[in-house]
C-alpha cells in the first residue's frame, strides 16, 4: 500500500514521529504537503467540506480509503503492518500506552516555549517561559525520560519492549535528539540518568533505513518553528 502523509512542509513537528516509522520500514509514502500544492490540499481535508469524518489537525496519515489522525493512533494502525509492533494484543496495548505517554511529554516540550497560549508569540510571553522551562528541565524531563528508563531496563533490552525494536524506540530516538538540541545543557544532565536511553538512540540512529533517512534531505532540520526549539535563555 502507498500510505500519503499530511503534515507541515516545513518542520519535523509531531509528523516526525510517523515519518521515522515509515523510514525505518521503507514503507512507499508521499510526504503530500512537501508536494506542489500539497498544504491546499491538506487544508481542504482538514476543512471538511467533503470528509464525513475530518481530522482536527496533522498529521494525519491517508491508507486506502482511511484517514488517521493523532500520532499514536496513526502508529497503533502502521505498527503491525510494519512490523514495529507485537503480534499480541497485550503487547500492542502496551506499546501504544506508552506512545500515548510520548504524546503527555511532547504537550510539555511545547509548554516550555509558549507556556501562556500558542495564539501568542513566544516574545510575548518569555518570562513565563523561563519559569516554565526551569521546572521541566528539572522535574518533568528527568521524570518522563527516567520512566522510559526503568521501562528499558524492565524489558531486559536491547530494546524497550525487550528483544525487538517497535516504533516507541523510534521515537526515544526523537526525543533525545530533540532534547539535545532544544535543551543542550539541560539535556547533557539528565543523559547521566539514562545512558540506557542513549543507547537505544544510537541503535535506532544506526538502523539501514533511519540511517539512510537522515543522510537524506527528507529530513527536515530542527528550528525554531517546531516543537524542539533551541532558546538559550530556556537551557538553564
Same mark, same amino acid.
Given at each position: 500500500?502507498?500510505?500519503?502523509?499530511?503534515?507541515?512542509?516545513?518542520?519535523?513537528?509531531?509528523?516526525?514521529?510517523?515519518?521515522?516509522?515509515?523510514?525505518?520500514?521503507?514503507?512507499?509514502y508521499e510526504d503530500v504537503a512537501r508536494k506542489r500544492g500539497g498544504t491546499e490540499r491538506m487544508m481542504a481535508i482538514m476543512g471538511g467540506a467533503r470528509e464525513k469524518r475530518?481530522?482536527?489537525?496533522?498529521?494525519?496519515?491517508?491508507?486506502? +480509503? %482511511?484517514?488517521?489522525?493523532q500520532v499514536a493512533e496513526i /502508529?497503533?494502525?502502521?505498527?503491525?503492518? *510494519? +512490523? %514495529?509492533a507485537p503480534r499480541d494484543e497485550a503487547?500492542? /496495548?502496551?506499546?501504544?500506552?506508552?506512545? *500515548?505517554?510520548?504524546?503527555?511529554?511532547?504537550?510539555?516540550?511545547h509548554d516550555t516555549h509558549h507556556p501562556v497560549g500558542t495564539g501568542l508569540y513566544y516574545e510575548d510571553q518569555k518570562p513565563e517561559a523561563k519559569r516554565y522551562a526551569q521546572g521541566f528541565l528539572e522535574e518533568r524531563a528527568p521524570k518522563y525520560l527516567g520512566y522510559f528508563e526503568r521501562v528499558l531496563k524492565k524489558s531486559g533490552g536491547p530494546w524497550l519492549l525487550g528483544r525487538?525494536?517497535?516504533?516507541?524506540d523510534?521515537?526515544?530516538?526523537?526525543l533525545v535528539e530533540g532534547m539535545r538540541y532544544a535543551f543542550p545543557k539541560g539535556m547533557k544532565r539528565i543523559e547521566r540518568d539514562i545512558p540506557g536511553l542513549v543507547g537505544v538512540r544510537g541503535r535506532v540512529a544506526a538502523?539501514?533505513?533511519i540511517k539512510a533517512y537522515l543522510a537524506s534531505d527528507r529530513r527536515i532540520p530542527f528550528n525554531e518553528s517546531g516543537i524542539f526549539r533551541y532558546y538559550p535563555e530556556l537551557d538553564r
Open positions: 500500500m502507498r500510505y500519503q502523509l499530511f503534515y507541515w512542509a516545513e518542520i519535523q513537528g509531531r509528523g516526525e514521529f510517523v515519518r521515522l516509522a515509515l523510514e525505518d520500514a521503507g514503507a512507499d475530518p481530522p482536527f489537525a496533522p498529521p494525519f496519515l491517508r491508507a486506502g +480509503k %482511511l484517514t488517521i489522525a /502508529l497503533f494502525y502502521l505498527g503491525p503492518k *510494519l +512490523k %514495529l503487547g500492542r /496495548l502496551w506499546l501504544h500506552q506508552l506512545q *500515548l505517554t510520548v504524546t503527555d511529554f511532547i504537550k510539555e516540550v525487538k525494536a517497535t516504533y516507541i523510534l521515537s526515544m530516538f526523537q538502523r539501514p533505513g
